[in-house]
């Protein structure tokens, strides 16, 4: 079984911060990994993903995350949050989506 | 584009009552997945279709639930005898053909399902 862990729960951040959420998951094999990001009234959405090749990835709206094979993590990162990024984030292993628990994230003005 | 349409966006009915709730698809997408996100927590896989077959139900949580896709296209989500704990949000997701691992699933905006 495959099972996905985010580290925090509530992130809050001041404009122009660092922002970097941790992620977990736990299987042996070949995985599929993916950010989505659900803003306040908004349905999911895809960040990025990763299937395989670099492990860096580029997504949209200058979020990347680094997939480290060995420590079993794929950690989303943003130089300078918005307050527009005031958003629920959720880590995801594919096939059947397996969703970690996800990290509210506030971005104060 | 049209997106991924759940309806109803709010059901709220009693103890014991039978529900469904629907999810239209992004056209041509041959894939689709129904997820319950209970609050505090990330979406909970359910059921997965290929076409008109259940690839994978392995989610759901008891014979209560059934979920059907007669021409591989809208899919129903039935939950029979409702309990205070189907209480959710029940989302769908759907996928373009072309390797289901390699497609990201767009989302629907879910239903909001609660039970008295």
């Known amino acids: 079984a495959q099972s996905v862990s985010q580290h925090n729960h509530h992130v809050i951040l001041s404009e122009a911060a660092s922002l970097e959420l941790g992620c977990n998951y736990s299987?042996?094999?070949?995985?599929?990994l993916f950010w989505y990001v659900q803003y306040p009234g908004q349905h999911l959405q895809l960040l990025l993903k990763y299937f395989s090749g670099d492990p860096l990835v580029k997504g949209i709206k200058g979020f990347e995350a680094e997939f480290i094979k060995s420590k079993f993590s794929f950690n989303l990162r943003k130089p300078s949050v918005q307050w527009s990024d005031t958003a629920e984030y959720f880590c995801?292993?594919?096939?059947?989506?397996?969703f970690g628990a996800g990290t509210t994230v506030t971005v104060r003005a | 584009g049209a997106g991924v349409s759940q309806t109803p966006s709010n059901k709220v009915t009693e103890k014991g009552k039978y529900v469904e709730l629907r999810c239209d698809p992004i056209?041509?997408?041959?894939?689709l997945y129904w997820y319950r996100q209970s609050l505090g927590q990330g979406p909970e896989f359910l059921i997965y279709?290929?076409?008109?077959?259940?690839?994978?139900d392995s989610g759901l949580p008891n014979d209560r639930f059934f979920a059907v896709r007669p021409e591989g296209s809208v899919s129903t989500l039935k939950i029979q005898r409702t309990e205070r704990g189907d209480s959710a949000v029940y989302l769908c997701?759907?996928?373009?053909?072309?390797?289901?691992?390699?497609?990201?699933?767009?989302f629907g905006d879910g239903t909001r399902l609660s039970i008295l």
């Open positions: 279709f290929q076409g008109t077959g259940a690839a994978d």
């Open positions: 997701a759907s996928s373009p053909p072309g390797g289901e691992s390699n497609q990201p699933q767009h």
């Open positions: 995801a292993v594919f096939l059947k989506l397996s």
């Open positions: 056209s041509g997408h041959t894939a």
């Open positions: 299987y042996g094999g070949t995985v599929n």
